[in-house]
C-alpha cells in the first residue's frame, strides 16, 4: 500500500496547476531580469525546497541571456512536519564566493520569515554587494519577522501546502501541483 493512502492525511485542493506555475515562473523571470542585470550574479537556491523552482527560474533566465552561477545553501528551521522550531541553523553551507556578487536568495515559500531574513545576513555577512529575495509562495498570515520578497509568485492564505518541491515530512516534492495538505484528524 502506498504511503499516500497508510498517512492520516491527504492531498486535496490544487491551488496551482502545472501550466499557471509555468506561466508564473515566465512573469518572474521577466522581473528578475530587468531588475538584476549584473556581470557578477549568484543564484543560492534554499535546499531543499526550492530544487524545482529555482531549475526552471535559471532555464527562464537563460532565455534572457543571463548566465548566473548558481549555488544551494541548505538551512533548517523545522524539526519535521508542520512546526517551525524557532531557530535556523545552515546545514550545508555554499561554495561559491560570494564576494561583491548580486545575489538572488530563492526559496520555496516565505512563512514565519525567519529562513529568509537569516539567509539574507547570511549572504551579506559572506561579503555580497546585494542581496535580492524570490519565493514562490508566500503566506504573510505566519509572518513572525518582519521581511518581504522583492519577487513572489503567488500569495495564499495560512495552509500547509506540498509539491513543486514543498513537503510534508520529506514526501510529495515531486508533485508538479501546488496542493492543499488536510490532516484526517483535523476534519473530525
Ligand atoms: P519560515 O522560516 O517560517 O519562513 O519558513 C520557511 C520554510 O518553512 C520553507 O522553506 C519551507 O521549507 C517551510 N514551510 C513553510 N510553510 C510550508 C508549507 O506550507 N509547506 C511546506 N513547507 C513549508
Ligand atoms: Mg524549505
Known sequence: MSRYVMEAHHIDHHLFTPPQIR???DELVLEIARDCQSDN???IGVLRGSFMFLADLVRGMNQHGMHPRIDFVTLESYAGGFVSTGTVRVAKDI????TDADCVLVDDILDTGRTLSFGISYLLERGARSVKTCTLLDKPARRVVEVSADYVG?????VFVVGYGLDYEHYYRELPFIAEVTLLEEEG
Open 23 to 25: 506561466r508564473r515562473v
Open 41 to 43: 550574479l549568484v543564484i
Open 154 to 158: 503567488f500569495t495564499i492564505p495560512d
Open 95 to 98: 561554495t561559491v564566493d560570494v
